[in-house]
């Protein structure tokens, strides 16, 4: 294991300063993607912040407006179970308890799900073979290796692999916002430009800069929220990564589709909008499943498959087609 020093910090500023200033420093909150990745050798910080004891970070709060604010802190775990966001966006609710494993939801939290690094194999390998991502100018080893896992859509010859968070396809058909503190104080970035896709600088996973700090995600009120469904394939039913999946958010007038979010996993460098089908959704009925089909597939025009994952360009449309349609019962 890689030598590191650990310090607390309950001072945001403070977090901030030391962040902005020390390359070598990263902030730790539950561990449970940061410490694996330092056994693997995929980062090697020499110190550790950890940033449990920020105060106010870890609430579940609604706003005036009817939105929802989550605080980086807040457990996996406790985000699923809290009767808001059950009730209201039970997309969110589902997408985290489809996650990891019970234990690891308990420590895991809603800042570093979002800043979780990708599952590519090469990537994790200690072997360390080449990959950009990981040493950024050696190649990628997936480009023309096994790459059943990867992208069908946005890569480049630099990196193909894609984003594990279904957290973030959930956040990402929401149009949820995250809220950032830096040296030069707040913002708030909107989730589609959270995460990036690689071009030539792979190595960088979101938009983020040194002295950084996620503070919360907020979750704007929708309608289309209650009738939302997230779905998950995998290669086994738990304690597994997302072979392809998808959030889906809508609203209906009878059986008709008035307004559809559709967001994928498992297909991209970052959650993958289906904005195309999303315009051609709208009012088609969720029982005529040839329309549905016809307006997924205007999402699926630019799908670039590799070697081994040609069979994603079918099952995402699939997923999607039945997550959009357990999201129409619920609405
Ligand atoms: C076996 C296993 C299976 C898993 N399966 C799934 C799965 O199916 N689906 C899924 O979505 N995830 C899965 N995960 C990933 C898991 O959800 C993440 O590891 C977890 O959410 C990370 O949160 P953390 O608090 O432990 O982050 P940490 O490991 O503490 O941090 C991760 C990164 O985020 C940064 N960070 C943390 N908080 C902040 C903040 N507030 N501001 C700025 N940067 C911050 C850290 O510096 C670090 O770079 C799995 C993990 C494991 C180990
Ligand atoms: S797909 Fe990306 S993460 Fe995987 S080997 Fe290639 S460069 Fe590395």
Request: proline content about 5%.
């Amino acid at each position: 294991m890689h030598p590191f020093a650990l310090s607390r910090v309950d001072d945001a500023a403070a977090a901030i300063a030391a962040h902005a200033r020390d390359p070598e420093l990263a902030f730790i909150a539950g561990g449970t993607d940061l410490i694996g990745l330092m056994k693997d050798r995929a980062a090697l910080p020499t110190r550790l912040l950890d940033i449990n004891g920020l105060p106010g970070m870890a609430r579940i709060e609604t706003l005036a407006d009817g939105g929802l604010r989550i605080g980086a802190l807040a457990r996996m775990s406790d985000v699923a179970a809290d009767t808001e966001v059950r009730r209201r966006f039970p997309v969110i609710a589902e997408a985290l308890l489809f996650a990891a494993s019970g234990q690891l939801r308990n420590m895991a939290s809603m800042g570093g799900n979002i800043m979780q690094r990708t599952r590519c194999a090469y990537f994790r390998d200690d072997d360390d073979p080449p990959c950009n991502k990981r040493r950024p100018g050696s190649g990628c080893s997936a480009l023309h290796g096994f790459n059943r896992n990867h992208a069908i859509f946005g890569w480049s010859d630099a990196c193909v692999a894609t984003n594990p968070s279904d957290l973030a396809v959930a956040l990402a058909a929401l149009d949820a916002t995250v809220v950032v503190r830096g040296p030069a104080g707040e913002r708030a970035i909107p989730f589609g430009e959270f995460h990036r896709l690689p071009g030539d600088t792979p190595e960088r996973d979101n938009t983020l800069d040194r002295g950084d700090l996620i503070i919360a995600i907020e979750v704007p009120a929708r309608m289309e929220g209650r009738g939302s469904h997230y779905l998950k394939l995998r290669d086994r039913q738990s304690y597994e990564f997302a072979l392809v999946s998808a959030a889906a958010a809508v609203t209906v007038d009878g059986r008709r589709i008035r307004t559809a979010r559709l967001a994928m996993g498992g297909v991209a460098h970052k959650p993958w909008r289906l904005t195309a089908a999303e315009a051609a959704l709208r009012g088609a009925s969720l029982d005529d499943i040839t329309a549905l089909k016809l307006a997924i597939a205007t999402s699926f025009t630019d799908a670039r498959p590799l070697a081994d994952n040609a069979f994603k360009v079918e099952l995402a449309q699939r997923v999607a087609r039945s997550a959009l349609v357990t999201a129409g019962a619920r609405a």
